[in-house]
Nanobody, 119 residues
Framework: QVQLVESGGGLVQAGGSLRLSCEVS????????MGWYRQAPGKQRGLVAT???????IYADSVKGRFTISRDNAKNTWYLQMNSLKPEDTAVYYC?????????????WGQGTQVTVSS
C-alpha cells in the first residue's frame, strides 16, 4: 500500500521560512515524479513545484526564486524549502507522486499540511 506522509507545516511570519517534507512508502521511489500543490480557501488546488526522477524541476511563477523542491532518494523523501514567505502563500500544501504503470501514470496524494503566513 502506497502511503505519503507530510510534515513541516505551521505558522510563520511574513519573510520567514518553512520546510515541508513528504515521505513515501510502498512504492519504488526513484522512477517517479514528485511535487507539491497547494489549495487556499475558496480556490482550486494548484501546482507549486515538481521534480522528476532525473532532477528536472518546474515551479509556479508565484514561487520562483523563493521555493526550492528537492528529493532524497535514499530516504524516499522529497522536500519543499519555502523562503521569503508571503501571506498569499497561506494554504494547505499537498505532496504528490506520479508513478508510471502499464496502464498509464497513477498519482498519489499526501494528507495535506497547513501553512499559515501572518503579515
Amino acid at each position: 500500500q502506497v502511503q505519503l506522509v507530510e510534515s513541516g507545516g505551521g505558522l510563520v511570519q511574513a519573510g520567514g521560512s518553512l520546510r515541508l517534507s513528504c515521505e513515501v512508502s510502498g512504492i519504488r521511489f526513484n522512477v517517479n515524479t514528485m511535487g507539491w500543490y497547494r489549495q487556499a480557501p475558496g480556490k482550486q488546488r494548484g501546482l507549486v513545484a515538481t521534480i522528476t526522477s532525473i532532477g528536472n524541476t518546474i515551479y509556479a511563477d508565484s514561487v520562483k526564486g523563493r521555493f526550492t523542491i528537492s528529493r532524497d532518494n535514499a530516504k524516499n523523501t522529497w522536500y519543499l524549502q519555502m523562503n521569503s514567505l508571503k501571506p498569499e502563500d497561506t494554504a494547505v500544501y499537498y505532496c504528490n507522486l506520479v508513478t508510471p504503470t502499464l496502464y498509464g501514470p497513477r498519482q498519489y496524494w499526501g494528507q495535506g499540511t497547513q501553512v499559515t503566513v501572518s503579515s
